[in-house]
Structures are given as C-alpha cells and as structure tokens.
C-alpha cells in the first residue's frame, strides 16, 4: 500500500462519488434479494456488468489479451474478487442488516495488510499497520459479540460470510499484483467479470435451479443499479482515482462508506442497529485511519515546522 499523497480536487469528487455508489450498493442488494436468490442476484450483477465494460473496451479500442495464462488470470481474479465475496455478502444480507454488512466490509483493509505481509516480500507489517488491524480487529469483536461463540446461529454465520468476503478481497488483491500487472485496468475487469459471470452462472444453476423471470420492476431497477452504477461505474471511477490520488487515497473509500449505508438502511429498510454495532463501527474507523497514517504525518509536520 503506497504513503497517502496530497488528494487533487478531481479526486475528491470521485472519492465522494464513489462512496455514494458502493456504499448504496448494500441497499439494492436488500431490495433484490426480497425476489432474487443470492447466487442469481449476483450472477445479474457480474454478467450485465460484463457485457458494459466489453462494449465500453470496443469503444475505447483497447486491446483484448488472448493468451490462456492471462485469461486463467483473469477466472482465478473473477472468483477471489467478484464470484466469492459478492455471493459471501449477499447472502449474508439474507440474515444481517445492509448497514451491518458495510460495516463489516470495510475491514478489507485490515485483512488486505496481513495477506500482503505474508505472500508479498515488499509489503511489510510495521508498528502503524499492526496497531490498525488490532484496533480494527477489536472493532469486529465488539460487533459480533461474546454470544457469537456460544450461540451460533444464522445471524452470526450472515457476518461471518462478510468477513469472509473481505478476506477474498485481499487474496484478490495479492493476485492482482502478482499475475495482472502492465494490463489496461478497464480489460482487467472486463476479463476478471467474464470469469466471474461463468462461475455464477453454474453456481446458480447448480444451487438455485433456473432463475425467475417474473420479477417487479422495483427488483429489476435494484438489479440494474448493481451491474450498472456499483459495478461498470465503480469499477472505471476506482481506476481513475488510482492513477490519480493513488492506492494509499483510495483506502479512504472503506472510511466513508459505511455511514452512508447506514442512513439508507435506515431510512428505506428502516433498519435499527445496536449500540454495540455502532461502537464496533467506530473502532473500525479508527483502525483505518491509523492504518491510513495521514494524522500521523500532519502531527509530525506541525511540530517540526513549531
């Protein structure tokens, strides 16, 4: 993970915007799912966003790999960062509030560090990073509680599905860097998409049976939003912030995130967390911000310039 950098204007905006469109995304997901199975909510969401970003790569000219190493790459990523952690968070939706799973989402930072220290030889654990994920680690245990490891029950396995999603996420990332570097960003997730779309669409058929059709167009709107909004434009907003504001900026998405899951839960769902949901939340946010170490820097600055 690079140092965070001064953020230009431009960057903000897609920061901002970015926020808004994955942290609405847990909402749509609740919607869909009042009709939809999980593994067909996330199969319209990865194939629909598929044939977009191959139409969008058409437009641009962009050139389209045709090596099998590269497109096993791209399966391999489709699984670890679409396939498992969509289908991980969305069924978790079925037993735990939109807001909660934000929340819960966001501690993909925190296992991004660890499985970067361990499978990559550039990215160490310093004294910073260990004490983000500690506190962010306690965040979660504060979250699910005590009562979690004696009584067991769906609502438990609904967070801990999240949490595994975000462990994906990291192995995703990891790949990322190993085996799809020097490709154009925007072909990455079309590929990676194609692989994902393959992998759900057996999974569905295989665990779910034919889908349903006879869907309202409420769902069909959350459904669309999904593929459209928090997938083809989070994915193209992601990227550009990355050459931007870089990967160190970007970490500030996971910060701004779950507050505004948490207004639209509760404002359309009328979802009502616990207190100890909100303490865990906070202890989450410290946990990146430490792990962020901007704070840090402008303390230090402050007192040399005293």
Not at 67 to 84: E, K, P, Q
Not at 221 to 245: D, E, P, S
Request: glycine residues 10%; hydrophobic residues 60%; proline residues 4%.
């Amino acid at each position: 993970m690079s140092s965070p950098t001064a953020i230009p204007l431009r960057a903000w905006i897609d920061l901002i915007l970015l926020a808004l469109v994955w942290g609405a995304i847990f909402l749509f997901i609740a919607i869909a799912l009042r009709e939809m199975t999980p593994f067909w909510t996330v199969f319209h969401r990865v194939f629909w966003a598929t044939l977009l970003l191959w139409l969008y790569v058409w437009w641009k000219g962009f050139a389209v790999p045709t090596g099998a190493r590269i497109w096993f790459s791209f399966f391999v990523m489709g699984a670890l960062n679409n396939a498992i952690p969509f289908t991980l968070i969305t069924w978790g939706q079925t037993e735990i509030e939109s807001g909660l799973a934000s929340i819960l989402n966001s501690t993909t930072a925190f296992f991004g560090i660890m499985v970067a220290a361990i499978f990559l030889a550039d990215e160490k654990l310093t004294a910073r990073r260990i004490a983000g994920v500690l506190i962010g680690v306690l965040g979660v245990a504060v979250i699910i509680g005590i009562d979690a490891l004696t009584a067991f029950d769906p609502r438990s396995l609904g967070q801990i599905a999240v949490l595994g999603a975000a462990l994906s996420y990291a192995f995703a990332g990891v790949w990322a860097k190993r085996r799809m570097q020097g490709l154009t960003p925007t072909v990455s997730a079309a590929g990676m998409l194609t692989g994902s779309s393959a992998i759900m669409g057996i999974m569905a058929l295989a665990v779910e049976g034919p889908p349903d059709l006879s869907l309202t167009w409420t769902t069909i709107g959350a459904l669309a939003y999904c593929a459209t909004f928090g997938t083809v434009a989070a994915y193209l907003l992601y990227y550009r912030i990355l050459a931007t504001a870089g990967s160190g900026n970007l970490m500030l998405v996971t910060i701004m995130m779950p507050p505004i899951s948490i207004l639209l839960g509760a404002w359309v769902l009328e979802e009502a967390l616990s207190t100890s949901t909100y303490v865990g939340c906070g202890l989450i946010a410290l946990g990146l911000v430490v792990l962020d170490g901007r704070v840090f820097s402008l303390r230090s600055s402050r007192a040399k310039s005293a």
